[in-house]
């Protein structure tokens, strides 16, 4: 009872009319810069977060949640309609996302990320309110051999259930990886894979690069050649009727959306793991538990549901430790962190008893941003389709401009520019051959954590690799991951005993 | 399309021994009290692209993957031309992004690819030309405060900031 009376409280400064406004304001603001290539929740926080200091404290964060919300929903929309994940939290929502567009159905790839984000969101949210103090304990026991462990089930699953060619699978898996090594060793600091002693490679190479090159350049000299430079992208209308049918029929994701949901939100309250490992793992076991594994990546609507309610619910989730703890558990919450000290208040379990109005004000606007979020983001939905109706030689350019400057705006650096542009033309030219390319983009958004995660374990276990396995939790989900890496194995043995008629 | 596929293993054979020999600048052996060496990491996932390279020209050899069976033309003359074409004006973007900058490079590479490559009208290449640096330029440089490149024309912009700030 003491919960929900807190949480009314909550309701009732969510709807005082300033935060109403900051959250239509903020979803609104979200939405658009989640929706730009190279631009995602933590840009849009950054940016924004000096403008916080004209309203109070509980404004401000009530507005910034309201951007964060807005730019999780935001993401799918470029990865659905140009095929360029919008920050790498919808890197996963491309994969199916991009291949119904292409099938003329963007308007229910667009409605099912929506109500995927908005069933995500409110999963997120209503376990944040019930099991904020004992989750996040439980994340906290979660040590590097469990999060090790975690990436390489996720890699794991592109090999065992990708049906793409095993050795060009896995190439792609270990080219991002070493990409994602680019840069200042994590341990010693010192340069590592600095090709010609070029300055650019010591900031490291940057997801969105690699993301943007393939996704983008690539995709687009992909569509080029297939459409001889001279075809619609491709065919979609959209009518409230329409919308309502989508809505309907996304009944039958249900379970996929939940399943997305709690993942999701469990990886979200990991620090250190945030919304894409959430949305990619959400991916992978939808795709795992599927009865029909080969149509992902075609075009599969619980390929879009997954990734989008997980990466809604892990975006509440690693809200957890940065308000119970005073732990961001992604880059987003990091800066929301930071905006709290700046703010006057200290982040940690006292602040739900010094600052109730605050704390729980914030907890009530989420609900109201989800809700808000959903509906801004359907009314768009129509602007969104007609962008697919432009000939392709407006739209190539335009997109062409879109990666460019998406590509420069993360690190403000041209460097990355010409990174992004080599990438593109390899990835096509590598495209051509059926290599795929989304593991790569995967490696290299998981690299960054892997790579820590299993230097310390083996610190930890004097070299030895028997941590992965000792421990309840990390020795489960590795032999999960190692039947995955071997199902390739026993598929020619299947085929031989069992063969098909 | 099987020429291509066993060029493709070959150049990202070499360029897995490359990145082997640049990971090997920095330690890739245990390092008692510090652990695995700097180098270890990418080095043995660069063993793993090579290794992959040989299992991919043995696939060639054997004739196992569909691309390696393929009698088909990897590129032909036109998609070669649209490819060249696409690529040379990308890169003629960002150069000009050094010397005229952003909003110098937009308009040229619109007006090249609307009007010569689109065949689209004047009024709507001159449309896109002219609207696509402003809006850029108010969404990127006023409302979120990112600056993009300007070359030559960086004095230019001095009274347009003034107006704004």
């Known amino acids: ?501 | 399309m099987r020429m291509a596929e066993l060029v493709m293993s070959i150049f990202m054979g070499a360029f897995s021994l490359y990145l082997m020999w640049k990971s090997a600048e920095l330690p890739i052996g245990w390092i008692p009290g510090e652990g695995p060496g700097g180098g270890a990491w990418p080095f043995w996932l660069a063993a793993g692209m090579l290794v992959c390279c040989f299992a991919i020209a043995y696939r060639w050899a054997k004739r196992i993957t569909p691309e390696s069976r393929s009698e088909e033309v990897y590129m032909d003359s036109r998609a070669l031309k649209l490819f060249l074409l696409n690529v040379g004006a990308l890169t003629a973007l960002i150069g000009l992004f050094h010397i005229t900058g952003a909003y110098g490079a937009i308009p040229l590479f619109l007006i090249f690819y609307l009007r010569f490559m689109g065949g689209h009208s004047w009024l709507l290449t001159g449309t896109f030309a002219f609207v696509t640096p402003i809006a850029t330029f108010l969404f990127f440089e006023i409302a979120l405060q990112k600056t993009l490149p300007k070359g030559f024309t960086d004095p230019w912009f001095e009274p347009i900031f003034d107006f704004f700030y």
Request: charged share 10%; glycine share 12%; net charge neutral.
């Open chain 1, 1 to 501: 009872m003491d919960i929900l009376s807190l949480l009314f409280n909550g309701f009732a400064i969510a709807f005082e009319p300033l935060n109403l406004a900051l959250i239509i304001l903020g979803c609104t603001v979200g939405l658009f810069i989640g929706a730009m290539p190279g631009l995602g929740s933590v840009n849009g926080v950054a940016i924004l977060l000096p403008m916080t200091f004209l309203v109070p404290p509980t404004g401000a964060i009530i507005f910034l949640g309201a951007i964060y919300y807005g730019a999780m929903y935001g993401g799918a929309i470029s990865s659905i309609m140009l095929g360029i994940p919008g920050a790498s939290t919808a890197v996963a929502t491309t994969f199916d996302g991009r291949p119904m567009a292409l099938q003329g159905k963007a308007d229910k790839a667009l409605v099912a990320a929506a109500a995927a984000s908005f069933v995500g969101g409110s999963v997120g949210v209503v376990l944040f309110t019930l099991f904020a103090p004992p989750l996040a304990e439980v994340a906290l026991t979660f040590g590097s051999p469990e999060i090790f462990a975690l990436m390489l089930l996720a890699f794991a699953t592109f090999i065992g259930l990708g049906g793409d060619d095993i050795p060009k699978t896995m190439f792609s898996i270990f080219i991002g990886l070493v990409f994602g090594a680019v840069g200042l060793d994590i341990i010693s600091g010192e340069p590592r894979l600095i090709f010609g002693d070029i300055p650019g490679f010591f900031h490291g190479i940057n997801f969105l690069v690699l993301a943007i090159g393939i996704y983008g350049i690539a995709e687009m000299l992909w569509t080029i050649e297939i459409s001889k430079g001279n075809a619609m992208i491709s065919q979609a209308t959209i009518s409230v009727k329409r919308i309502w049918d989508n809505l309907v029929e996304l009944t039958r994701t249900w379970k996929t959306m939940l399943m997305g949901s709690f993942l999701g939100y469990f990886v979200g309250i990991l620090p250190a793991a945030g919304a894409t490992p959430g949305s990619l793992m959400a991916y992978g076991f939808a795709k795992a538990t599927s009865s029909e594994p080969e149509t992902y990546g075609k075009g599969n609507i619980n390929g879009v549901v997954a990734p989008e309610s997980a990466n809604n619910a892990a975006s509440t989730g690693a809200m957890l430790p940065m308000l119970t703890l005073g732990i961001p558990g992604s880059p987003t919450t990091a800066i929301l962190l930071g905006g709290m000290v700046i703010w006057g208040l200290e982040p940690g379990p006292l602040v739900f008893t010094d600052h109730p109005d605050f704390v729980w004000g914030f907890i009530a606007s989420l609900y109201v941003a989800n809700l808000f979020a959903l509906l801004i983001n359907i009314a768009f939905i129509p602007a969104f389709i007609w962008v697919l109706k432009m000939p392709f030689t407006i739209l190539a350019p335009v997109i062409f401009i879109l990666c460019v400057v998406g590509g420069f705006v993360p690190t403000m650096d041209m460097h990355d520019v010409w990174l992004m542009l080599v990438f593109g033309v390899v990835g096509y030219l590598m495209r051509k051959l059926d290599y795929p390319m989304a593991p790569a983009v995967l490696a290299i958004v998981l690299g960054p954590l892997a790579e820590p995660a299993l230097r310390q374990s083996l610190l930890i276990s004097g070299g030895s690799f028997s941590i992965f396995f000792n421990r309840p939790v990390a020795g489960s989900i590795m032999v999960i991951a190692l039947i995955l890496l071997a199902m390739p194995t026993f598929k020619p043995l299947k085929n031989r005993f069992f063969p098909k008629h």
